[in-house]
């Protein structure tokens, strides 16, 4: 893998408490470990066991051996070091917002990146967001009033509600519980260690990316 894209891979970040608070790339993660800001979390066996930097580095030798395909790598000319998917901040009590944020990624996220009319998948750059009852009728900017549409039924849509341009929701718009994003992440087994911190009493707190 490309080592940018290895440094740009995401890592949860935990208060002093165990309580998730943001996501930050991988280079993020490696600063706060390497200035001693944070500790490694490492889910083995339904056990959380804790490394700092340099032990997390003393190991790296053994995870290479054992779990290759357990994590993703950055090479460096002593050794190759796992990416962590979780770390823990030593001195930060501090709990994140108790809000999704309303934007665009976020939507597009909610919807899985699939039209809400035709229900097909685009890619992120073929998507608008639609306005299902339209500002000019008095629509609003809310969770339950958009969604992502493709631009041939945004298009055909126009400035009209669906009913009154003879066309359907594949599914009612509602306010996430969760962060969107976090959401598919959960999906990939890759992030399979997250779900132990991102338990239903803190579904509603947006984590930072």
Request: hydrophobic share 40%; aromatic share 10%; charged share 25%.
């Amino acid at each position: 893998m490309n080592p940018t894209t290895v440094l740009n891979e995401k890592v949860l970040v935990l208060n002093r408490l165990y309580t998730a608070v943001r996501v930050v790339s991988a280079r993020r993660a490696f600063v706060m470990l390497f200035k001693q800001a944070a500790e490694v979390i490492a889910v083995e066996n339904g056990h959380y066991l804790n490394y700092d930097f340099d032990s997390w580095l003393s190991i790296a030798e053994l995870q290479k051996a054992y779990e290759p395909d357990a994590y993703s790598w950055i090479r460096t000319p002593r050794v190759d070091i796992a990416v962590p998917k979780i770390i823990r901040l030593l001195a930060y009590d501090r709990l994140p917002r108790q809000q999704v944020k309303l934007n665009r990624r976020n939507i597009y996220a909610r919807d899985t990146n699939r039209c809400q009319y035709c229900g097909k998948h685009f890619p992120t750059r073929e998507l608008t967001i639609d306005h299902v009852v339209p500002r000019v009728q008095g629509g609003e900017h809310t969770w339950r009033n958009l969604v992502c549409a493709c631009v041939k039924c945004n298009t055909r849509k126009g400035g009209r509600t669906p009913r009154q341009a003879r066309m359907q929701l594949i599914r009612r718009p509602v306010r996430p519980k969760r962060n969107p994003a976090i959401t598919l992440r959960l999906g990939s087994a890759k992030y399979a260690s997250w779900k132990a911190f991102l338990n239903d009493a803190y579904w509603t707190v947006e984590l930072k990316d």
